[in-house]
């Protein structure tokens, strides 16, 4: 079965600029996972959906963060303005359903903020 | 809130000899996953090995097994017969059981190393 599609790979931008990242989970997994990995830390949950709707976003900064899952499937995470603390990986997972432990990851995105 | 630690920064192993990863975890749940993870340099997040706090029994896939000590509340990855392809970074990560989601709380990670 296909993975957890990411994408861009990598972005660098700008302090203060947008940026958006784009999420495309395992065919028929119904919950998925935004996750930020600062470099030399693991990685910290941002927000988790089931199906369209918000499970869980208590360590998302709502200021400048938000994410959506349109129809239940692929998912977009945006950061507007952009913070030099934002430098980071943002990894995406998914899993059948919350209660399955199960979780796969997508290869990130990793952020450059300059 | 749970919290995770992982006291190695860094790892190294000769290939074909064991290595162990040392993991501790702070909770006062008694239900609760444990997990270990690999991070290679393409950054996916791989699961390597779970572990159910309500077993007893050490959690083992084929070259990987943890030890599993509940009460010190201990958590260890060994890695026996060591191969290049295991040089990544590595995770511990607790799930509990008692909220409505699956969140993950991961430890910083150690890296290992494998010589040749």
């Known amino acids: 079965e296909a993975g957890v599609a990411q994408s861009p790979r990598y972005k660098i931008i700008e302090k203060r600029q947008s940026v958006a990242f784009w999420c495309n989970p395992i065919?028929?997994?119904?919950?998925l996972y935004w996750y930020q990995q600062i470099l030399g830390q693991g990685p910290k949950l941002l927000i988790q959906?089931?199906?369209?709707?918000?499970?869980?976003d208590s360590q998302l900064p709502k200021d400048r963060f938000s994410a959506e899952r349109l129809k239940g499937v692929d998912s977009t995470l945006k950061i507007q303005p952009a913070k030099l603390e934002d430098s980071a990986v943002y990894l995406c997972?998914?899993?059948?359903?919350?209660?399955?432990?199960?979780?796969?990851f997508g290869s990130g995105t990793q952020l450059s903020v300059l | 809130a749970q919290t995770v630690t992982q006291s190695q920064p860094e790892m190294s192993v000769q290939e074909a000899e064991t290595v162990t990863l040392s993991c501790t975890y702070d909770t006062s749940e008694s239900d609760y996953y444990l997990f270990w993870y690999k991070q290679p340099p393409s950054r996916q997040m791989i699961l390597v090995i779970r572990?159910?706090?309500?077993?007893?029994q050490n959690a083992t896939e084929n070259r990987f097994s943890v030890n599993f000590q509940k009460a010190a509340k201990s958590f260890s990855l060994k890695i026996s017969d060591s191969q290049l392809g295991d040089a990544a970074m590595y995770f511990c990560a607790y799930r509990s059981l008692n909220n409505a989601g699956n969140m993950l709380t991961f430890g910083g990670g150690t890296r290992l190393m494998v010589k040749p």
């Open positions: 959906f089931q199906n369209n709707g918000v499970v869980d």
């Open positions: 572990q159910e706090a309500y077993k007893q």
């Open positions: 065919s028929g997994h119904a919950t």
């Open positions: 997972a998914s899993s059948r359903d919350f209660v399955n432990e199960k979780l796969f």
